[in-house]
Nanobody
């Protein structure tokens, strides 16, 4: 069983930056594909970014391209989401997710096996 704990959320002004972290335990982190999703009030959970087991490939939602960067450190069992040029519409709870199959870059939530509890990101205008 894999446990995921997100951190790094908070309140930031538009144009600012945040770096989210997701620490994993209870499994072999280096085997897992990882993803970040977000959910705003009244909206469905949506894909933000994904990364393969070794960081060799990444994928981003159109809304994240050019502003967000996903990365991972398998020695620290941690995946990151660097978010720059934040906009009010980025306000949401951000979740990290892990999938047992380390290849591929799925963008739908049901293809992930484990989820963190989420961290709130609020961007003020």
């Amino acid at each position: 069983q894999v446990q995921l704990v997100e951190s790094g959320g908070g309140l930031v002004q538009a144009g600012g930056s945040l770096r989210l972290s997701c620490a994993a335990s209870g499994g072999t982190f280096s085997r897992y594909g990882m993803g970040w999703f977000r959910q705003a009030p009244g909206k469905e959970r949506e894909f933000v970014a994904a990364i393969t087991w070794n960081g060799g490939r990444t994928s981003y939602a159109d809304s994240a391209k050019g502003r967000f960067t996903i990365s991972r450190d398998n020695a620290k069992n941690t995946v990151y989401l660097q978010m720059n040029s934040l906009k009010p519409e980025d306000t949401a709870v951000y979740y990290c997710a892990a999938r047992s199959y380390g290849l591929g870059l799925p963008i739908v939530p049901h293809q992930y096996d484990y989820w963190g509890q989420g961290t709130q990101v609020t961007v003020s205008s």
